[in-house]
């Protein structure tokens, strides 16, 4: 019966090898990604009349790289692997055996916005709104990494579109659902904080969007991926990935209600001036 069902394309996760070392399409997405964040906050930055240099963009996703790995291995293990962690706490440092969490590795890029901020003396949602356009563009990237690896795919569906993976022992026509995330979390989160950004908004407004926009499309496409398999669903019916992205919804309402707030009082102030 799979036969009726997209069949999973051949591809090689490695794109060449020299002896020991190899060149992943995975690793090369998340290059890619980097590479064109650098590309658009550099430009950002040159249109930012001074506010912003390329030395700073440098320094921030220096700060950025650091908060994803550490922040995305921490969550990963926390919420994701507790158990093993509870056996083995060398277990946390054992990131060549994989897992990376976005919503620890979101915690790690929050912590570091706040202490670039502290270091350059700006405000930490002007920092935030800064980030906030350049993060979809490696979420999409990465998702195009899982969907190359015929990893983290959709649930059982017979939608037209239905893919069978190799690497599903089961076998079973699923939903590609690392595609809807790039679309999503990807493409289409994108072009909404881009057209946010174009012209001056309210502080936090980007960064409250960024929230907003991924929690929301994140608890949708997580009605199509399959749960992990050790955790399951929670009250048989709501994922981890659903339960980790609504206080970002709530944090992304919040942020924005902030700005608006510290906007009014520059307001107030600078009428009284």
Do not use: C
Not at 136 to 154: D, K, S, T, Y
Not at 213 to 223: D, K, N, S, T, W
Not at 227 to 245: K, R
Request: proline fraction near 5%.
């Amino acid at each position: 019966m799979t036969e009726n069902f997209l069949q999973f394309p051949q591809i090689d996760p490695i794109i060449f090898s020299i002896g020991p070392i190899a060149l992943r399409w995975y690793g090369m997405m998340y290059l890619i990604g980097f590479l064109a964040a650098i590309f658009i906050a550099n430009k950002a930055a040159d249109k930012s009349n001074g506010l912003w240099t390329r030395e700073q963009v440098s320094d921030l996703l220096f700060y950025g790289f650091l908060g994803v790995i550490l922040g995305g291995r921490l969550g990963y293990v926390l919420f994701y692997q507790f158990d093993y962690f509870l056996a083995d706490p060398l277990y946390l440092v054992k990131i060549w055996q994989g897992g990376m969490s976005f919503h620890g590795g979101l915690l790690g890029v929050i912590a570091a916005i706040y202490l670039f901020a502290r270091k350059t003396n700006k405000s930490f949602l002007s920092v935030g709104d800064f980030v906030a356009p350049l993060v979809p563009i490696g979420l999409g990237m990465g998702r195009i990494g899982n969907f190359i690896n015929a990893e983290l795919w959709g649930r059982q569906t017979d939608v037209p579109w239905a893919m069978v993976f190799p690497t599903d022992d089961l076998k079973l026509p699923r939903h590609p659902s690392q595609l809807y995330e790039f679309a999503l979390e990807g493409v289409v989160l994108f072009i909404i904080l881009y057209v946010i950004t174009r012209k001056p908004r309210t502080a936090g407004l980007a960064s409250g969007a960024f929230l907003i926009g991924y929690g929301v499309f994140r608890m949708i496409v997580e009605l199509f991926r399959e749960p992990d398999a050790h955790l399951g669903f929670y009250f048989s019916f709501i994922s981890m990935g659903q339960i980790l992205s609504l206080p970002m919804v709530i944090a992304g309402i919040a942020l924005i209600y902030w700005g608006w707030v510290q906007q009014a009082k520059l307001a107030i102030k600078g009428q009284k001036s």
